[in-house]
């Protein structure tokens, strides 16, 4: 596993036999414009902490643990730390994401409409990964990617 930062951005990636598997970006990018209570399901902070921008795991390295060894690398860099994630509902909705962020341990806490340049819209469901109450102590586990 690798690590970059380009401008405000983290990259992290993931190889398997020399090919990239996955990659991770993230930032501190201030999500306060979604602060607003009428977008919320619940009270929850997401003006601050960690906000995941883009996580892609390439089709054929789905479901050997990349993309769960990118968020694990995530939180034990940043074990005090929320994290905010995104999903695409529509036009389609990505329901392996919205999966795979459930199974880690991630809640939904609104869903967001956005426009695009072009005029369109499309629907978005925030995710948010609460720092586990052992993080203050112990840190989280990390585990590097596996074949």
């Known amino acids: ?3 970059y930062i380009i401008r405000h951005f983290s ?9 990239p598997a996955a990659f991770l970006k993230h ?8 602060q607003d209570a009428c977008w919320l399901s619940g009270p929850v902070d997401i003006a601050t902490g960690i906000h995941i921008e883009k996580i892609v795991v390439r089709q054929d390295c789905r479901g050997r643990g990349n993309g769960r060894a990118l968020y ?7 074990p005090l730390e ?4 995104f999903v695409a509902q529509s036009p389609c ?15 939904r806490v609104a869903t967001v409409p956005y426009e695009l340049a ?3 819209w499309f629907l978005e469901s925030l995710y948010v990964l609460e720092p586990a109450p052992e993080a203050s102590t112990t840190g989280r586990h990390y585990q590097d990617c596996g074949a």
Do not use: I, P, W
């Not at 929320?82 to 994630?85: D, P």
């Open 118 to 120: 072009d005029g369109s």
């Open 93 to 107: 909705a990505n329901t392996a994401s919205t999966r795979f962020h459930e199974a880690l341990g991630f809640h």
């Open 11 to 19: 990259y992290l990636t993931c190889e398997l036999d020399g090919s």
């Open 72 to 78: 694990e690398r995530v939180t034990k860099q940043f």
């Open 27 to 34: 930032s501190r990018r201030a999500l306060a414009g979604y």
């Open 82 to 85: 929320s994290l905010h994630s």
């Open 1 to 3: 596993m690798q690590g």
